[in-house]
C-alpha cells in the first residue's frame, strides 16, 4: 500500500514512510491510494487476530512477523484490562456502548497510542534511519497521556506534549506531569488547544528547525491524530465491535448497523469511515459536538468557519474548533480529488473558512448525521441513563447519546463509542448524576467507584500521591525556542 498526499503535492510512499514523516512536510495529510477490502472475518476472532487482519494490507510493507510483534506489544494483559481490548455494552435494543477506555490512561486514545511506538520503532529500522525522532504532541487532554505513556521509556524516540494551560482537566494535568521515563516532556502553553495544535504545525513547517535537525541527527515526527499510524488503529475496533454484535446474536451477519461518535478532530469518526469504505455494512455514522459546534454546522451549511467563539466545555477532549482529520473525510468523499482540498484549505489558511460544492454535500448528506447538545444536556443524560441503566457514561459519551437522543431513533442498531471512562472526568459526571456541584475530584473518583460498586480505573488511582516531573509553563511564541532547547538538552545526554 502507498500513501498520497490529501493535497497532491508529494511522491507516494510506503506506510513505515508516512508514519515516519507524520504529516506531509509541504502541507497536507498521508492517506492511503487505495482502500483494501475487508477479508471474510471469523467473528468469534480474538482482538490481535482482527487487528492483524485489518492493518496487514494497509501496513503491506510491514513483514508478518513484524506487524504480529507490534500488535502482542501493544494488546497485551499488562496493556489492556480486558483480554477482548474493547467490551460492548448492551443499553437496550437499540443502543450499544463501544467501551473503548480499558489501557492505561482510560481514554479511547490508548488503543492507537499503545501500537504506534511500535510501528514508529519497526518503521525506523526496515528503513535504517539511525536519526533520534523527538514526537511533538499537542493536546486538549488526553493525546498528550495516552501518548507518553506509550512513548516512554522507547529508545531512539523522546515525546514533547503541548497542552493548553488552562484548557484541560486537574485529573488531566496530573495524569501529564507525574509522568516518569527519561525521554518525556510536558509543557503547558499560555493558549488554548488550537494555539498549541497550530504551533505545532509551525514547528513542522519551520525550515530553519529542520535543516538544522537534519544536521544534529534529530528528526521530527508527530503522534497527532494527523499521522496514519495513530489513525489505521483505530479502524479495528469498528470492525471488532460489529464481530462481537453478531456473535452475541444482536444481528445477523450484513445487517447495517450505525455508530455515534463524540467528535472532535475527526480522527475517531474518519476510522468508522474508513471501515465503511472496507466494506464494514455501516448506515449512518452520527458525528456528535458538544457547543464547540463547528463541525455540525459544517454538515448542516455546506461552510465550515472557524471565525467563532470557543467554548470551555465539560467534554474538554472535544473543545476544538480545527479537525484536522476532516481534510481525508473530504478527500475521500470527493473521489480524491486534490485541487479541490487544496482549494478549501488554502482559504480556511487565509480566511478561516471555506465552503463545498453542492455534489461533495450531497454524497455527505447521504453518510453522516450530525447535531450537537449543551453542557445542561450532557448533565441530563448522564443522570437519565444512570437511573434506568445503572451505567454510568462519561461526559464525552454522553455528548454522543444525547445528540442520539436528539436526532434519533434511527433504523438501525447504533453503536456509540465511549471515548473515555467516566472516572477520567469524575466530577462532572457524579455532578451530573447528583444534580449539584462537585468540588473535589478525588472524593468524585472514590464516589463513581462506590456507585458501580467497581474499583477506581487504574489510570486515576492514587494520582494525588504521585510525585511530579514536569511543570514547564510558557507562551505560544516559545514553543519553537521550547524545541530547540530539548533538543540541545538531547544532545548533551
Ligand atoms: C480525543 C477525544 C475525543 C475526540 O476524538 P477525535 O478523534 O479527536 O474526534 C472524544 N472523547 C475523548 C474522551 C477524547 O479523548
Redesign the pocket.
Known sequence: MRYISTRGNHPAVASARAIGLGMVPEGGLFVPESIPQLPQLDSNAPYKETAYQVLAPFLSDFSDEELRFCINNAYSETTFDTDSVINLIKLNPAYSIMELWHGPTA???DIALQIMPWFLKVSKEKIGNNSHTVILVAT????GKAALEGFKNCDGISIVVFYPDEGVSEIQKLQMSTTDGKNTFVVAVQGNFDDCQTGVKRIFSDPVLRKELANKEFELSSAN?INWGRLCPQIVYYIKSYQTLVCSKQITYGDPVNFC??????????AAYYAKLMGLPINKLICASNRNNILSDFFSSGIYNINREFYRTN?P??D?LI?S?LERFLFEITGHDASKITTWYDELGTSGSFQIDDQTRERIDSLIVSGWVDEKQVLQTIRNVYDKNGYIL?T?TAVGMAVCNTIGPFDNHTVIAS??SPY?FSCSVLGGIEQKTCEDEFSAIEQISSLTGKPVHRAVDRLRDRPLHHNTVITIEQMNEQVRAIIESLKVR
Do not use: Q
Open positions: 481514554a479511547f486514545k486538549s487532554g488526553d493525546t491524530s461518535v463524540p467528535t472532535g478532530n475527526f480522527g475517531n469518526i474518519l467534554s477532549s472535544m476544538i479537525s482529520n462519561d464525552h471515548t473515555a477520567k
